[in-house]
């Protein structure tokens, strides 16, 4: 069996479980849920929350490169430290994590395959032990650009018949919903797709009991061999807010070694809301 | 409370909630949920001589929207149901303090808004009665 393009990139919940107490890692817990880091959570780990700790408190985008370097100098994350995320919904919010870290230059990252049900499932040490460590003097890049997607770059993707994936359900990418299937309804104006996309929910690249990524040669037969996507594709991934999509970012990229994807963080309550946005339905 | 004392009580809320279950005979009934984080409630108000009776609930979804609306079936019993109509956010954030509801301000609204929802669907219905010349 072929393996992953970047295997390093995940961590087994057995290696970590006989790691915790290593110098140099990080590992943070990123979830949907705000309290249920305070629940229990991984020994050692720490709370990044997409939401309170991610997000800029007054316009809509992600915290500045200086507040970024400040939540690291104090999570005790070192320009050299090897991060580790995981969390709850398979990981959704670990990859939006990873992906915002990456955009700021971290270089060492990792994802906790399986995320915080997995190591639930295996009876795996819970601590409610707060941790805080040394501060540290955090220094970030400047954002990459090659990363992430705005909207008035999607509308010049679209225009020039560039590749595209919509990783939500199928009602939401047909336009006969405007959320998950079973959210309430609500959330845009408008329902569909942007037009040209592809629609590959990103659920089928995970294995549904234990929230595993797939193998390589699963994900290449949906990516590449179904949906004829190719590594050199400049590809843009959207979801609804962008948590979802970053997943998929992270499958493509790291797993199977697409060079060129970006993450359309503004997603459908950016594109469903834009006045004029061109939308399709199907 | 302190933050400590809250996040202990909203926890205990969430694991042991109070008043969760179905209430098919109640006086009205309403669905809410959030799009953001897929957090459903439904409340359940038995009112008798336009007072809360039962507050009653059902739902999924994070630990702040599940626990909130446990809290707050608690403190619905014997208010009027005028009272429960008006309700508005700071009866949140006397549970929850306001840093809980800042966090997450939809998640911790979204009991409340089904529970003040479901007092002005029972009053509507009143109304409605009244005027028809029904019960």
Same mark, same amino acid.
């Given at each position: 069996? +072929? +393996?992953?393009?970047?295997?390093?990139?995940?961590?087994?919940?057995?290696?970590?479980?006989?790691?915790?107490?290593?110098?140099?890692?990080?590992?943070?817990?990123?979830?949907?849920?705000?309290?249920?880091?305070?629940?229990?959570?991984?020994?050692?780990?720490?709370?990044?929350?997409?939401?309170?700790?991610?997000?800029?408190?007054?316009?809509?985008?992600?915290?500045?490169? +200086?507040?970024?370097?400040?939540?690291?100098?104090?999570?005790?994350?070192?320009?050299?430290?090897?991060?580790?995320?995981?969390?709850?919904?398979?990981?959704?919010?670990?990859?939006?994590?990873?992906?915002?870290?990456?955009?700021?230059?971290?270089?060492?990252?990792?994802?906790?395959?399986?995320?915080?049900?997995?190591?639930?499932?295996?009876?795996?040490?819970?601590?409610?032990?707060?941790?805080?460590?040394?501060?540290?003097?955090?220094?970030?890049?400047?954002?990459?650009?090659?990363?992430?997607?705005?909207?008035?770059?999607?509308?010049?993707?679209?225009?020039?018949?560039?590749?595209?994936?919509?990783?939500?359900?199928? #009602?939401?990418?047909?336009?006969?919903?405007?959320?998950?299937?079973?959210?309430?309804?609500? #959330?845009?104006?408008?329902?569909?797709?942007?037009?040209?996309?592809?629609?590959?929910?990103?659920?089928?690249?995970?294995?549904?009991?234990?929230?595993?990524?797939?193998?390589?040669?699963?994900?290449?037969?949906?990516?590449?061999?179904?949906?004829?996507?190719?590594?050199?594709?400049?590809?843009?991934?959207?979801?609804?807010i962008g948590e979802r999509s970053s997943h998929t970012w992270f499958v493509l990229t790291y797993l199977l070694g697409f060079s060129n994807v970006r993450n359309y963080d503004g997603s459908w309550t950016e594109w469903g809301n834009l006045?004029?946005?061109?939308i399709e339905k199907s | 409370m302190d933050r400590s004392e809250i996040l202990e009580l909203v926890l205990d809320h969430y694991h042991n909630p109070r008043n969760k279950e179905e209430t098919p005979e109640a006086s009205a009934i309403w669905h809410g949920g959030l799009p953001?984080?897929?957090?459903?409630?439904?409340?359940?108000?038995?009112?008798?001589?336009?007072?809360?009776?039962?507050?009653?609930?059902?739902?999924?979804?994070?630990?702040?929207?599940?626990?909130?609306?446990?809290?707050?079936?608690?403190?619905?019993?014997?208010?009027?149901?005028?009272?429960?109509?008006?309700?508005?956010?700071?009866?949140?954030?006397?549970?929850?303090?306001?840093?809980?509801?800042?966090?997450?301000?939809?998640?911790?609204?979204?009991?409340?808004?089904?529970?003040?929802?479901?007092?002005?669907?029972?009053?509507?219905?009143?109304?409605?009665?009244?005027?028809?010349?029904?019960?």
């Open positions: 069996m +072929s +393996s992953y393009a970047n295997p390093g990139v995940l961590v087994e919940t057995d290696w970590l479980a006989n790691h915790l107490a290593d110098p140099g890692l990080c590992i943070v817990e990123s979830n949907e849920d705000y309290l249920l880091y305070d629940t229990g959570h991984i020994p050692g780990a720490v709370k990044i929350d997409w939401f309170t700790t991610l997000q800029d408190p007054i316009r809509r985008d992600f915290i500045s490169k +200086s507040t970024f370097e400040q939540l690291c100098s104090r999570l005790g994350i070192e320009n050299g430290t090897t991060v580790i995320f995981y969390g709850d919904r398979n990981n959704w919010f670990a990859c939006y994590a990873f992906w915002l870290f990456q955009y700021y230059g971290h270089e060492r990252l990792k994802i906790l395959n399986g995320g915080r049900m997995k190591w639930l499932k295996e009876n795996r040490p819970i601590s409610m032990e707060f941790p805080s460590y040394p501060s540290t003097t955090y220094l970030a890049r400047d954002p990459d650009p090659s990363i992430r997607a705005f909207r008035d770059q999607v509308l010049a993707h679209v225009q020039k018949g560039g590749p595209l994936v919509d990783v939500r359900s199928p #009602g939401e990418f047909s336009g006969e919903l405007l959320h998950m299937p079973n959210y309430p309804q609500e #959330g845009a104006m408008r329902g569909g797709h942007i037009p040209g996309a592809r629609n590959i929910p990103w659920s089928q690249a995970v294995n549904e009991n234990d929230g595993t990524f797939k193998s390589a040669e699963e994900l290449r037969q949906i990516y590449q061999i179904t949906h004829g996507f190719k590594p050199q594709d400049e590809l843009i991934a959207y979801c609804r006045v004029g946005s061109p | 953001g984080c897929g957090d459903l409630i439904t409340a359940y108000l038995t009112v008798a001589d336009n007072h809360v009776q039962r507050a009653t609930f059902t739902g999924d979804g994070c630990t702040i929207s599940q626990a909130a609306a446990s809290m707050l079936t608690e403190q619905l019993i014997g208010q009027s149901v005028e009272s429960v109509a008006e309700m508005n956010q700071s009866t949140i954030v006397e549970l929850l303090g306001e840093e809980m509801v800042q966090t997450r301000p939809r998640c911790a609204t979204l009991g409340l808004d089904a529970f003040r929802a479901a007092a002005q669907e029972f009053l509507r219905q009143q109304r409605l009665n009244s005027t028809s010349g029904g019960a």
